[in-house]
């Protein structure tokens, strides 16, 4: 799960790391508000999860109250990279004597978080490496040993930065470490790490990506993330505890286990279709469970057709026709149905659905037969509408 840069901010403060005061807001009024009780200046920074904020416009500095409304106005609803803007971070300015870059990533390849710093930071970690791939100064950490002071020296001494600063340096490095084995964190980022006018080490800017597994130990981080840009039907999905990954076709899909459902995506792509979603009902599922997906799957108003593609093991094919059978008696689809039902209790699911004569729904018997189906039936509802 990615943090917005003051959720991972939060995180560092509770790990002693400086970061700068501020504020979150998601409007104008909210803003000025803050920029108040800070004291100008501040910087006026828009929250997406997207790097390159500054660079597009989303990170600027703010003299007075006019100019907080002037950049609040402008940044809030601002798209970068493809992410719109729903809330800003007001922060104390900081006065910039140098920038740093500093991460905790885990190297799987290793089995051990790498730490990296450079003293070229503020810009893009890839433009670093570009530059001057000597300049980014890795090292392994022993996880049983944890992060050291002498690996705090050694990165610092590597890079080559000023005698004065290597000491809080390291330290802000080491509450970096604490906080990413603390917090179960897939990466920590701190770009730039800033030295100020009165050399001081501080986190301007934070990335975070938690371990979303581990996220029952952390309950306190169970609201993190950008809740206005969570698309509808995943979060409704979420809601209702189903994996469902939105994509951009018009064929809504439904299968029983994530590579069953992966090689649907493929064979309808190869049938000439493009699928709507990826959505894993899970192993066993029971009617509730398929009615409550195919809600999500048909609240997507590109679906065109959808493609249930079960393979019973553990999931029984009669419970699945049962959903079916629910979902028509809720939500009376307006959209046709190919249903290739295999395996645990097929003859009993192929049963049911007869008898119900459900409208506008096909059985097939192969997957490659669905596929071609469901195709079929989404171009001519295309065609209709
Ligand atoms: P990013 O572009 O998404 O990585 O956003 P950052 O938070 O890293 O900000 C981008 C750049 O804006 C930084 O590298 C700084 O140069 C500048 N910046 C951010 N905050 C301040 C501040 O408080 N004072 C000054 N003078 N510059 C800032
Ligand atoms: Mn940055």
Do not use: W
């Amino acid at each position: 799960m990615d943090l917005l840069e003051y959720q991972g901010k939060q995180l560092f403060a509770a790990h002693g790391i400086p970061v700068p005061e501020g504020r979150p807001a998601t409007t104008v009024d909210a803003a000025v508000a803050a920029a108040e009780e800070l004291g100008y200046p501040v910087v006026v920074k828009a929250q997406v999860l997207v790097g390159g904020r500054g660079k597009a416009g989303g990170v600027k500095l703010a003299a007075d109250r006019d100019e907080v409304v002037e950049h609040a106005t402008a940044i809030l609803g601002m798209d970068i990279k493809g992410h719109t803007v729903h809330e800003l971070y007001i922060e104390a300015a900081s006065d910039i004597d140098e920038e740093y870059y500093a991460a905790f990533v885990f190297d799987r390849s290793a089995k051990k978080p790498m730490a990296m710093f450079s003293k070229m930071g503020g810009m893009d970690v890839e433009a670093i490496a570009d530059e001057d791939p000597e300049a980014m100064r890795m090292l392994h950490v022993d996880p049983l040993l944890g992060f050291q002071d002498f690996h705090g020296r050694r990165l610092a001494f590597e890079a080559g930065i000023p005698a004065d600063v290597i000491r809080p340096v390291g330290a802000l490095l080491a509450k970096l470490y604490e906080t990413f084995v603390a917090e179960d964190a897939m990466l920590v980022e701190v770009n730039p790490l800033l030295i100020t006018k009165s050399r001081e080490a501080v986190a301007l800017d934070a990335k975070v990506t938690l371990d979303g597994n581990a996220l029952f130990r952390h309950p306190g981080s169970a609201d993190f993330g950008d809740k206005g840009a969570a698309d509808p039907q995943e979060q409704m999905a979420a809601e209702r505890g189903l994996t469902y990954v939105k994509l951009d076709g018009n064929i809504g899909i439904l299968g029983n286990g994530a590579g069953l459902v992966m090689s649907t995506l493929d064979v309808v792509a190869q049938a000439g279709g493009s699928p709507a979603n990826f959505l894993d009902a899970g192993g066993g599922s029971k009617a509730e469970a398929i009615t409550q997906a195919v809600e999500v799957i048909l609240s997507d108003p590109k679906v065109k057709a959808v493609l249930f593609n079960i393979f019973g093991g553990i999931t029984r094919c009669d419970e699945v026709a049962k959903g079916l059978i629910e979902a028509f008696s809720q939500i009376q689809p307006e959209v046709p149905f190919v249903v290739r039902l295999n395996g645990t209790n097929e003859e009993e699911g192929q049963r049911l659905l007869a008898e119900a004569n459900l409208p506008n729904v096909h059985t097939e018997t192969t997957m490659d037969g669905a596929a071609a189906k469901v195709v079929e039936v989404a171009k001519a509802q295309g065609v209709a509408s």
